[in-house]
């Protein structure tokens, strides 16, 4: 069975930045892993994923440009770098995986496998 194991949320200042990743483990089936966020009373949010056998990357477009996704397949590891950070960046991010698609790498119900989640608050 496939676990995820977000880290790296915090408290952090408008303007900083964080670095959350996900580790994979018993992972065998998934093409996309990718990164979903939910802010207090909205629904939860695909902001980015990569294709983790040819590296094809896509984002949100309320995120491009600040967030960058990447992965070390030696570690099992799914990056997720967020600059400039903004007030409404405030959610818990969560990794996803198991989508063998390719058509909504950024839909939730892609993905059958989540993690727990790591908050981020960020303060203006």
């Known amino acids: 069975q496939v676990q995820l194991v977000e880290s790296g949320g915090g408290s952090v200042q408008a303007g900083g930045s964080l670095r959350l990743s996900c580790l994979a483990s018993r992972l065998t089936y998934t093409t996309y892993i990718a990164w979903f966020r939910q802010a207090p009373g909205k629904g939860r949010e695909g902001v980015a994923a990569i294709d983790t056998k040819d590296g094809t990357i896509l984002y949100a477009d309320s995120v491009k440009g600040r967030f960058t996704i990447s992965q070390d397949n030696a570690k099992s590891i799914v990056y997720l770098q967020i600059n400039t950070l903004k007030p409404e960046d405030t959610a818990m991010y969560y990794c996803?995986?198991?989508?063998?698609?390719?058509?909504?790498?950024?839909?939730?119900?892609?993905?059958?496998?989540w993690g727990q989640g790591t908050q981020v608050t960020v303060s203006s």
């Open positions: 996803a995986a198991g989508y063998t698609g390719s058509r909504m790498p950024l839909a939730e119900n892609s993905y059958p496998a």
